[in-house]
């Protein structure tokens, strides 16, 4: 059903061919905010992508909330409500953000 919905958005990035931009880690954990909260955050996007277009999609899909937060340490981080480590990883890979041959996308806990 998600993938049907996921090819009609355009995240805004014309390089997805080019190998040769940074090959850092993306990487999804859930962090345990209050109580059954659960906070979904995903951190180490390239930089050429549009992060605020990929959490505005990513909203709409999985029916949750969410920002983008930026840090001076860590760069551009996605935060969903939620535990949607296995969507978000899904979502990256339907898109052909980062390919599924690639390890560059690590789902923690």
């Known amino acids: 059903m998600a993938s049907a919905v996921i090819q009609n958005f355009d995240v805004g990035v014309d390089a997805f061919d080019d190998k040769s931009s940074s090959q850092k ?7 345990q905010r209050s109580g059954r909260k659960n906070i979904t955050t995903v951190q180490g996007l390239d930089d050429d992508l549009d992060i605020a277009k990929i959490c505005r999609a990513l909203k709409k899909i999985l029916a949750c909330n969410g920002s983008v937060s930026r840090d001076s340490t860590m760069g551009d981080v996605i935060q969903l ?17 980062y390919e599924p041959k ?6 923690h806990g």
């Not at 409500?81 to 953000?97: M, P, T």
Request: without cysteine; charged residues 35%.
């Open 25 to 31: 880690k993306v990487h999804i954990r859930v962090v």
């Open 81 to 97: 409500q939620g535990d949607q480590r296995e969507a978000v990883k899904s979502f990256l890979h339907d898109l052909k953000i």
């Open 102 to 107: 690639e390890d560059r996308i690590v789902v």
